[in-house]
């Protein structure tokens, strides 16, 4: 499966951004979506991840600001951000895994879309 993200952006604090991920290539609904980010000189680190819409998994730093989304008709999956902060800056990458919950690990994942910059100013 192919991956393209886009939605990226420079924002103040506090603002909102939607990040999109189009899948193609592949059955989307064979796979486990997943947002991923990498801050400058940090690791990656897991976001939020979606199965179906009664199985979805945050990080504690996304719960209750990030919500993430897929439309299985649209090879589409999406991560609305509100309440930005300068600490979400980073680049965020989209991900594939072809199993049947939600996972938290990247290596898991086995296809990556390219990343798309998310700048948060203060």
């Known amino acids: 499966v192919q991956l393209q993200a886009s939605g990226g952006g420079l924002v103040q604090a506090g603002g909102s951004l939607r990040l999109s991920c189009a899948a193609s290539?592949?059955?989307?609904?064979?796979?486990?979506m997943g947002w991923f980010r990498q801050a400058p000189g940090k690791e990656r680190e897991f976001v939020a991840a979606?199965?179906?819409?009664?199985?979805?998994y945050y990080s504690d730093s996304a719960k209750g600001r990030f919500t993430i989304s897929r439309d299985n008709a649209k090879n589409t999956v999406w991560l609305q951000m509100n309440s930005l902060k300068p600490e979400d800056t980073a680049v965020y990458y989209c991900?594939?895994?072809?199993?049947?919950?939600?996972?938290?690990?990247?290596?898991?994942?086995?296809?990556w879309g390219k990343g798309t910059q998310v700048t948060v100013s203060s």
């Open positions: 991900a594939a895994a072809r199993i049947w919950r939600t996972d938290v690990t990247s290596n898991n994942y086995k296809y």
């Open positions: 290539g592949d059955t989307f609904t064979t796979y486990t």
């Open positions: 979606v199965r179906s819409s009664v199985s979805l």
